[in-house]
Protein backbone atom coordinates (compact mmCIF):
# COMPACT_ATOMS: atom_id res chain seq x y z
CA UNK A 1 0.00 0.00 0.00
CA UNK A 2 2.64 1.87 0.87
CA UNK A 3 4.39 1.92 -2.58
CA UNK A 4 1.14 1.88 -4.28
CA UNK A 5 0.48 5.39 -2.68
CA UNK A 6 4.02 6.75 -3.49
CA UNK A 7 3.84 5.83 -7.34
CA UNK A 8 0.47 7.70 -6.97
CA UNK A 9 1.92 10.86 -6.11
CA UNK A 10 4.86 10.48 -9.03
CA UNK A 11 2.28 10.07 -11.37
CA UNK A 12 0.43 13.17 -10.16
CA UNK A 13 3.73 15.23 -10.30
CA UNK A 14 4.71 13.47 -13.60
CA UNK A 15 1.59 14.80 -14.82
CA UNK A 16 1.69 17.97 -13.69
CA UNK A 17 5.19 18.51 -15.49
CA UNK A 18 4.42 17.59 -18.41
CA UNK A 19 1.04 19.64 -18.48
CA UNK A 20 3.12 23.09 -17.68
CA UNK A 21 4.99 25.34 -20.27
CA UNK A 22 8.82 25.03 -21.70
CA UNK A 23 10.42 27.95 -20.47
CA UNK A 24 12.13 30.05 -22.74
CA UNK A 25 14.06 33.37 -21.98
CA UNK A 26 13.61 36.11 -24.11
CA UNK A 27 16.08 39.09 -23.19
CA UNK A 28 15.33 42.46 -24.39
CA UNK A 29 16.30 43.21 -28.26
CA UNK A 30 19.48 44.93 -29.02
CA UNK A 31 18.00 46.36 -32.57
CA UNK A 32 14.47 47.73 -32.57
CA UNK A 33 13.15 47.74 -36.22
CA UNK A 34 9.83 48.55 -36.86
CA UNK A 35 9.37 48.05 -40.89
CA UNK A 36 7.82 44.82 -41.12
CA UNK A 37 6.80 44.83 -37.00
CA UNK A 38 5.40 47.48 -34.43
CA UNK A 39 7.07 46.78 -31.12
CA UNK A 40 5.14 47.47 -27.45
CA UNK A 41 7.13 48.17 -24.25
CA UNK A 42 5.65 47.40 -21.20
CA UNK A 43 6.36 46.48 -17.25
CA UNK A 44 4.92 43.66 -15.34
CA UNK A 45 4.69 43.35 -11.82
CA UNK A 46 3.73 39.74 -9.94
CA UNK A 47 2.87 39.53 -6.55
CA UNK A 48 1.10 37.36 -3.94
CA UNK A 49 -0.45 39.29 -1.20
CA UNK A 50 -2.18 35.61 0.28
CA UNK A 51 0.81 33.59 0.70
CA UNK A 52 4.16 36.21 0.73
CA UNK A 53 6.49 33.24 0.83
CA UNK A 54 5.59 32.32 -2.48
CA UNK A 55 5.51 34.90 -4.99
CA UNK A 56 4.44 34.47 -8.71
CA UNK A 57 7.58 33.81 -11.50
CA UNK A 58 6.22 34.79 -15.23
CA UNK A 59 7.06 31.93 -17.81
CA UNK A 60 4.66 33.02 -20.09
CA UNK A 61 2.68 35.26 -21.32
CA UNK A 62 -0.15 35.33 -24.15
CA UNK A 63 -0.89 38.00 -26.31
CA UNK A 64 -4.45 37.24 -28.71
CA UNK A 65 -5.68 39.09 -31.59
CA UNK A 66 -8.34 41.21 -30.86
CA UNK A 67 -10.04 40.67 -34.00
CA UNK A 68 -8.97 37.13 -35.23
CA UNK A 69 -7.89 33.94 -33.50
CA UNK A 70 -4.37 34.51 -33.59
CA UNK A 71 -1.71 33.80 -30.72
CA UNK A 72 1.53 34.94 -29.96
CA UNK A 73 3.63 33.29 -26.95
CA UNK A 74 6.37 35.65 -25.35
CA UNK A 75 8.75 34.03 -22.43
CA UNK A 76 10.14 36.95 -20.34
CA UNK A 77 13.93 37.36 -19.15
CA UNK A 78 14.52 36.93 -15.73
CA UNK A 79 12.81 39.49 -13.20
CA UNK A 80 14.44 42.90 -13.61
CA UNK A 81 13.34 43.88 -10.01
CA UNK A 82 12.30 41.91 -7.26
CA UNK A 83 12.07 42.52 -3.31
CA UNK A 84 11.67 39.02 -1.03
CA UNK A 85 7.98 38.24 0.03
CA UNK A 86 6.71 41.28 -1.78
CA UNK A 87 6.83 41.18 -5.68
CA UNK A 88 8.71 40.28 -9.21
CA UNK A 89 8.91 43.16 -11.98
CA UNK A 90 9.74 42.36 -15.49
CA UNK A 91 10.43 44.29 -18.32
CA UNK A 92 7.94 42.79 -21.73
CA UNK A 93 9.04 43.47 -25.27
CA UNK A 94 6.72 42.27 -27.66
CA UNK A 95 6.97 42.56 -31.55
CA UNK A 96 3.86 42.25 -33.23
CA UNK A 97 2.68 43.48 -36.57
CA UNK A 98 0.59 46.26 -36.19
CA UNK A 99 -3.66 46.12 -34.65
CA UNK A 100 -5.91 45.65 -32.00
CA UNK A 101 -4.43 42.99 -29.39
CA UNK A 102 -5.73 41.90 -26.13
CA UNK A 103 -3.80 40.44 -23.41
CA UNK A 104 -4.94 37.29 -22.38
CA UNK A 105 -3.26 35.12 -19.61
CA UNK A 106 0.36 35.27 -17.98
CA UNK A 107 1.30 32.12 -15.99
CA UNK A 108 4.37 30.70 -14.41
CA UNK A 109 5.19 28.90 -11.14
CA UNK A 110 6.17 29.47 -7.68
CA UNK A 111 8.67 27.10 -6.31
CA UNK A 112 7.99 25.47 -3.34
CA UNK A 113 11.03 23.15 -3.40
CA UNK A 114 13.52 21.65 -5.83
CA UNK A 115 11.33 19.90 -8.66
CA UNK A 116 8.45 21.11 -7.01
CA UNK A 117 6.55 23.82 -8.05
CA UNK A 118 2.88 25.33 -7.60
CA UNK A 119 1.49 26.62 -10.99
CA UNK A 120 -0.91 29.90 -11.01
CA UNK A 121 -2.75 31.08 -14.50
CA UNK A 122 -3.91 34.46 -14.80
CA UNK A 123 -6.97 34.50 -17.31
CA UNK A 124 -8.68 35.82 -19.10
CA UNK A 125 -6.64 39.01 -18.22
CA UNK A 126 -8.70 41.33 -20.86
CA UNK A 127 -6.60 43.82 -21.59
CA UNK A 128 -6.94 45.92 -24.53
CA UNK A 129 -3.94 47.60 -26.50
CA UNK A 130 -3.01 48.67 -30.42
CA UNK A 131 -0.10 48.98 -31.76
CA UNK A 132 0.25 51.77 -34.62
CA UNK A 133 2.26 50.79 -37.57
CA UNK A 134 6.40 51.33 -37.53
CA UNK A 135 6.41 52.09 -34.05
CA UNK A 136 7.65 51.58 -30.46
CA UNK A 137 4.90 51.83 -28.08
CA UNK A 138 4.99 52.01 -24.29
CA UNK A 139 1.93 50.12 -23.05
CA UNK A 140 1.72 50.92 -19.27
CA UNK A 141 2.62 49.06 -16.11
CA UNK A 142 0.56 45.93 -15.43
CA UNK A 143 0.56 45.24 -11.71
CA UNK A 144 -1.19 41.57 -10.90
CA UNK A 145 -1.78 40.48 -7.01
CA UNK A 146 -3.04 37.30 -6.38
CA UNK A 147 -4.87 37.26 -3.06
CA UNK A 148 -7.70 35.27 -0.80
CA UNK A 149 -10.70 33.94 -3.10
CA UNK A 150 -13.81 34.75 -2.34
CA UNK A 151 -16.86 32.32 -3.71
CA UNK A 152 -17.71 32.76 -7.25
CA UNK A 153 -14.03 34.03 -8.10
CA UNK A 154 -11.93 33.34 -10.93
CA UNK A 155 -9.28 30.75 -9.54
CA UNK A 156 -5.45 31.46 -10.23
CA UNK A 157 -4.59 28.12 -10.21
CA UNK A 158 -5.70 24.77 -10.71
CA UNK A 159 -6.87 22.52 -7.91
CA UNK A 160 -4.88 19.93 -8.59
CA UNK A 161 -1.96 18.74 -6.94
CA UNK A 162 -3.48 19.81 -3.98
CA UNK A 163 -0.52 20.37 -2.03
CA UNK A 164 1.37 22.75 -3.52
CA UNK A 165 -1.39 24.49 -4.93
CA UNK A 166 -2.90 25.21 -1.58
CA UNK A 167 0.16 26.16 0.32
CA UNK A 168 1.18 28.44 -2.53
CA UNK A 169 -2.11 30.00 -2.19
CA UNK A 170 -3.35 29.56 -6.17
CA UNK A 171 -5.78 27.03 -6.13
CA UNK A 172 -7.95 29.03 -3.28
CA UNK A 173 -6.74 32.50 -4.55
CA UNK A 174 -7.80 35.33 -7.08
CA UNK A 175 -6.11 38.08 -8.85
CA UNK A 176 -6.62 41.81 -9.53
CA UNK A 177 -5.24 43.74 -11.97
CA UNK A 178 -4.48 47.38 -12.44
CA UNK A 179 -3.07 49.12 -14.91
CA UNK A 180 -0.98 52.79 -14.73
CA UNK A 181 1.13 55.06 -16.15
CA UNK A 182 4.67 54.54 -14.96
CA UNK A 183 6.20 55.93 -18.15
CA UNK A 184 8.77 58.62 -16.48
CA UNK A 185 9.91 55.04 -13.97
CA UNK A 186 9.92 52.52 -16.58
CA UNK A 187 11.03 53.92 -19.86
CA UNK A 188 14.57 54.76 -18.31
CA UNK A 189 14.87 51.09 -17.07
CA UNK A 190 13.97 50.11 -20.65
CA UNK A 191 16.95 52.27 -21.98
CA UNK A 192 19.43 50.66 -19.33
CA UNK A 193 18.34 47.23 -20.58
CA UNK A 194 18.63 48.17 -24.06
CA UNK A 195 20.52 51.21 -24.77
CA UNK A 196 19.78 51.22 -27.70
CA UNK A 197 16.27 52.89 -27.24
CA UNK A 198 17.79 55.90 -26.36
CA UNK A 199 18.19 56.83 -29.73
CA UNK A 200 14.48 55.29 -31.18
CA UNK A 201 11.28 57.83 -30.21
CA UNK A 202 8.89 56.10 -28.07
CA UNK A 203 5.39 56.79 -27.98
CA UNK A 204 2.82 56.10 -25.41
CA UNK A 205 -0.19 54.09 -25.56
CA UNK A 206 -1.78 52.78 -21.93
CA UNK A 207 -3.29 49.54 -22.15
CA UNK A 208 -7.16 49.67 -21.32
CA UNK A 209 -8.78 47.34 -18.88
CA UNK A 210 -12.47 45.74 -20.50
CA UNK A 211 -13.69 47.99 -23.21
CA UNK A 212 -14.20 51.17 -23.89
CA UNK A 213 -16.02 53.93 -25.93
CA UNK A 214 -14.35 55.75 -28.80
CA UNK A 215 -12.42 58.74 -27.26
CA UNK A 216 -9.37 60.31 -28.74
CA UNK A 217 -6.50 60.96 -26.69
CA UNK A 218 -3.50 63.16 -26.87
CA UNK A 219 -0.50 61.91 -25.09
CA UNK A 220 2.87 63.12 -25.13
CA UNK A 221 5.94 61.10 -26.31
CA UNK A 222 9.33 63.08 -25.82
CA UNK A 223 8.99 66.06 -27.62
CA UNK A 224 6.35 65.61 -30.16
CA UNK A 225 2.69 65.09 -29.56
CA UNK A 226 0.42 62.27 -30.62
CA UNK A 227 -3.22 61.64 -30.97
CA UNK A 228 -4.00 58.14 -30.73
CA UNK A 229 -7.46 56.93 -31.32
CA UNK A 230 -8.78 54.13 -28.96
CA UNK A 231 -11.18 51.69 -30.61
CA UNK A 232 -14.83 51.18 -29.83
CA UNK A 233 -14.04 47.17 -28.52
CA UNK A 234 -17.45 45.34 -28.10
CA UNK A 235 -17.65 44.06 -24.06
CA UNK A 236 -16.27 40.34 -23.82
CA UNK A 237 -18.64 37.59 -24.41
CA UNK A 238 -19.33 35.47 -21.58
CA UNK A 239 -16.37 32.96 -22.23
CA UNK A 240 -14.11 35.31 -22.75
CA UNK A 241 -15.27 36.52 -18.74
CA UNK A 242 -15.37 33.10 -17.40
CA UNK A 243 -12.67 31.83 -16.24
CA UNK A 244 -13.94 28.98 -14.35
CA UNK A 245 -14.67 27.35 -17.64
CA UNK A 246 -11.25 26.82 -17.74
CA UNK A 247 -11.00 25.10 -14.97
CA UNK A 248 -13.97 23.18 -15.10
CA UNK A 249 -11.75 21.41 -18.37
CA UNK A 250 -9.12 20.59 -16.16
CA UNK A 251 -10.45 19.55 -13.48
CA UNK A 252 -12.55 16.88 -15.61
CA UNK A 253 -9.30 15.53 -16.93
CA UNK A 254 -7.67 15.38 -14.06
CA UNK A 255 -10.77 13.26 -12.41
CA UNK A 256 -10.53 11.23 -15.69
CA UNK A 257 -6.55 10.61 -15.05
CA UNK A 258 -7.25 9.90 -11.27
CA UNK A 259 -9.93 7.27 -12.25
CA UNK A 260 -7.55 5.65 -14.62
CA UNK A 261 -4.90 5.09 -12.11
CA UNK A 262 -8.25 3.55 -9.85
CA UNK A 263 -9.57 1.65 -12.76
CA UNK A 264 -5.52 0.03 -13.60
CA UNK A 265 -5.28 -1.22 -9.66
CA UNK A 266 -3.14 1.91 -9.08
CA UNK A 267 -5.58 3.00 -6.45
CA UNK A 268 -7.53 1.08 -3.83
CA UNK A 269 -11.49 2.58 -3.86
CA UNK A 270 -10.69 4.20 -0.69
CA UNK A 271 -7.66 5.35 -1.70
CA UNK A 272 -9.25 7.00 -5.00
CA UNK A 273 -12.83 8.41 -2.76
CA UNK A 274 -10.60 10.00 -0.52
CA UNK A 275 -8.63 11.76 -3.05
CA UNK A 276 -11.22 12.84 -5.11
CA UNK A 277 -14.26 14.07 -2.84
CA UNK A 278 -12.15 17.61 -1.89
CA UNK A 279 -11.27 17.75 -5.68
CA UNK A 280 -14.67 17.86 -6.09
CA UNK A 281 -15.61 19.86 -3.30
CA UNK A 282 -14.04 22.40 -3.77
CA UNK A 283 -15.27 23.11 -7.63
Known amino acids: MKHRSLYFVFILAALFIVSGCTRSNMALKTQFNTKDKSIGLFTLRTSNIYRTS ?7 IVIAGHESDTYAYFYPDKPYKEIPNQFYEYLVSIDLEPGKYRLETISGTSRMIPLVAATFVFNPIGILFNLPPEKVVYLGRVSITNRERKEGETRAGPI ?124
Do not use: C, W
Request: charged share 25%; glycine share 4%; aromatic share 6%.
Open 54 to 60: FQPAVNN
Open 160 to 283: IPLLDQAVAGFSDGTFDISISDMSEEDIPSFIQSSPSLKYVPIDKAIMLNDAIENQSVVEKSGTAIHEITKPNIPPPTNSETSGENLYSSEITQKLRELKKLKDEGLLTNEEYEKIRKPIVDGI
